[in-house]
């Protein structure tokens, strides 16, 4: 694998299906899909889709990295599954869709503190396999666009929107004029919404790979016991 990831992937199910077809990639099955049905797009499906296509549909727990010299699959996955033992999991009212500064996404509902914590935990516990950004991964966030914290927690973590910057979310386009964000917003909301879990329950962590053909694929779930 190129990289690794831990993300929230939902479960299977109707929420599921919609949004493997949404993106036009199903990451738990590792294959491409077709793209839905949804009247009232200003694009065609694969164009709003195209920048998040490759991750799969997820919300970020620790962002994709490089495993570190001395690490490697086995010992993360061990590693994933032994932290996932101790951590419990965590439940919101549910999910909403949004703009969210200028893509389209679910965000989550209510109190997210506890999921906060969770993220930051995972983000730390992890941290040993996690190889320094190159300097063309480090440009590529454009630190000169970023908060002295978010550059610092760049420099420390390797991703700027972790910790007290962390903001869950699920993507569902890439970034999108405000017409074309209005657009979308009302044309996915009545296929989407109903599917949206209530509650949202955050139960297990997805470690995803990241294979030679670029696309993100679910490699295993580890449930949340703690």
Do not use: C, N
């Not at 919609?18 to 077709?34: I, K, R, S, Y």
């Not at 296509?53 to 620790?62: D, M, N």
């Not at 869709?97 to 516990?125: K, R, S």
């Not at 396999?129 to 991964?137: D, G, K, L, S």
Request: aromatic share 10%; charged share 15%; proline share 9%.
């Amino acid at each position: 694998m190129q990289r690794y990831a831990i993300y929230y992937a939902p479960p299977a199910g109707a929420f599921a299906d919609f949004t493997a077809h949404w993106l036009g990639w199903d990451a738990e099955a590792g294959a491409t899909v077709a793209h839905p049905v949804v009247a009232g797009l200003p694009r065609p499906v694969s164009d709003l889709t195209a920048t998040p296509r490759k991750y799969g549909f997820h919300g970020t727990i620790k962002p994709p990295f490089h495993l570190a010299v001395g690490t490697d699959a086995a010992g993360l996955q061990g590693a994933v599954k032994a932290l996932a033992a101790r951590l419990a999991p965590v439940t919101l009212p549910g999910l909403q869709l949004v703009d969210l500064h200028g893509f389209v996404a679910l965000i989550p509902q209510g109190d997210t503190t506890a999921l906060a914590a969770l993220a930051a935990e995972v983000v730390m516990a992890l941290d040993g396999f996690r190889a320094p950004p190159t300097p063309q991964e480090f440009a590529r966030r454009k630190p000169d666009q970023l908060t002295a914290r978010q550059r610092d927690l760049l420099a420390e973590w390797g991703y700027p929107y972790v910790m007290d910057q962390f903001q869950f979310h699920l993507t569902l386009t890439g970034a999108l004029s405000d017409a074309d964000s209005a657009a979308t917003l009302q044309a996915l909301r009545p296929h989407l919404q109903p599917l949206v879990p209530q509650p949202f329950v955050l139960s297990d962590l997805a470690l995803f790979g990241q294979a030679d053909d670029g696309m993100f694929r679910i490699l295993h779930r580890y449930p949340l016991l703690g």
